[in-house]
């Protein structure tokens, strides 16, 4: 171990290591003991002030049979079905034009599409909820073209008009992160490529996708994993209504405004397996179409 | 490749064959989509920005994009009506503390890891990078009634004490980043008698400042926004942050809507200055970390 400290005072190290490790092993001790007790308050019923009753699975018979949940489940895969694959397309799409043009242009529309990422969720919620408004920006243009307006947080569209928000802030981290992938990838293989005559088209199919694999299932994973904890953006625009009740605020709304914690413990612990059972299985596809070594 | 063949066949002559044609025209569409997301990314700040100088009367009859007057009153309502000088204060207390603190943390404990030798050390590294596999949504309400039993619920320590421990990505982060540093360094502030401590703070907190700034930034800006964790701890209006109370103002301003637009411009304000100021160090960040 010769990249290590030569120690010549043991006792003074000690002291020392004991005062730096200090605040991570509080730390340490705080997760695991939460994520123990995090596990076992599913199982119990408890109100926070009085002592907790252990009630085994009562909490997940109740769940099953909670059509708020079934609401709050089909709501959330929803939004993961629908903002995944478009902000990830639409992300690829805009780091490949931006890979064509280089420089100074390239640099500011960069930063201009990646700035909503760095925005409070409020303050987008805030804007987008007038944008949506019966005479915000999207009624007035379709007034303006003659159309008629459209109720965007209605009950039918509130679900969509929620994950166009989720879409329009979240594709510019995306096409950030595949901008440096594109650059990783060799102009050797293009110049070959445009030799043997393939078009753009063919050169993007055949090389740029393949060659993005790793890094579009990196961020699927990612885009997936936050989506299944949608809170925010729903939580603003749409408030407490049912029709775009996602699985973190229905969590939110149980533990910390009724105060049921048992019930959002178990809740919790069902989100917690469905994002563990995507993650397993995008892993388990990965070697289906992700290619490591080209 | 390609930008280079457009490059030579824009310089050609027109009357030239057909695939040069082609090309330029995928330009144009290329150019067209980059300048559509453009507009469609800041058409809702610009329309906000101006709407928040809006009388709320002249926004809710809606009519064409330009107020008629100009008006400050819903800044001053945003400082008025609601407490956003304290608010503001609140959020950079918390956001500023629980990222500067949490960052130096896991510096001191990133160095004993990667430069200390001592028994358990190994095993204690990956206690720490097992604790990234917790996700935290089982964490939130443990914490909250660890939180309720130390009673500091409604206190900005609620939000920072948490984040005081050092988390186990920047461990890790800034431990690959010590790894790297010569041990020659140190080997000679040993023989001169230098205690652990005074290598840390003289040769090895100096030589990561690049990464733990960029550690530092990233979790200002995500403290800032975040709005579950000041939701779930902060109740009363004076230890709120802005996310928090702009979101507990929304009902009562419901039909005063250029002030919630003026509040969400104020809330933006910092991480803007903040971006622009290291926008390549956040970029970098994001890159190498992948955290949102």
Redesign the interface.
Known sequence: MSEVLNIKSPKRTVFWLLVFLFPPTIGLGLVYYSAAQGLTMGFTNWNIISAPKWIGLKNFEQIWNDYRFWLAVSNTFFIVLVTVPAQIGLGLLAAVLLHRIKGKTSSILRFVYFYPTTCSVVALGLMWMFIYDSGGLLNQGLEFVGLESVRWLGYGNALLSVCVLIIWTGFGYISLIYVAGLAAIPEQYYEAAHLDGANSWQQFFYITLPMLTPTTFFLIVVTTIGAMQTFGQVYIINGRADSTLTIVQYIYEKAFTQFSMGYAAALSWILISFILILTVIQVRLQRYWVSYDI | ???K??QSATRMPRDSNQTIRK?SL??IT??T??VF??V??????I??AI?SFQTPHD????KG?LPSEWTLTNYKKVFTDIPMTRMIANGVFIAGTASIGGVF??A??A??LA????KGRAL?LS??IL?MM??P??????????M?ALSLIDTPWALIL?H???SAFA?FFLRQHM?TIP?EL??AA?MD?C???S??FRIYLPLVKGPMSVLIILNF?IH??D??GP??YLNSVEQMT??AG??FF?GQFASE?PV??A???V??VP??I??LLF?RQ??QG??IS?L?
């Open positions: 490749m390609t930008s063949l457009i090309v995928g330009d290329a150019n989509i980059l997301l453009f469609v990314i800041t058409v809702p700040f329309w906000s709407a926004f809710v009859s809606g994009f943390a896991s001191i404990a160095f004993c430069k200390v030798n001592f204690y206690i720490v604790t917790i996700p949504a089982v964490l939130l309400i443990p914490f909250y009634t660890i309720y948490p005081l421990t050092g461990i790894l041990h140190h080997e040993t008698g205690s652990i401590a290598i840390l800006m800032w926004n709005l579950l939701l779930i802005p996310t702009l979101s929304r809507y919630l637009l509040g969400s411009i809330c933006i991480t803007t903040v971006f926008n956040i970029r994001l890159l992948g949102k």
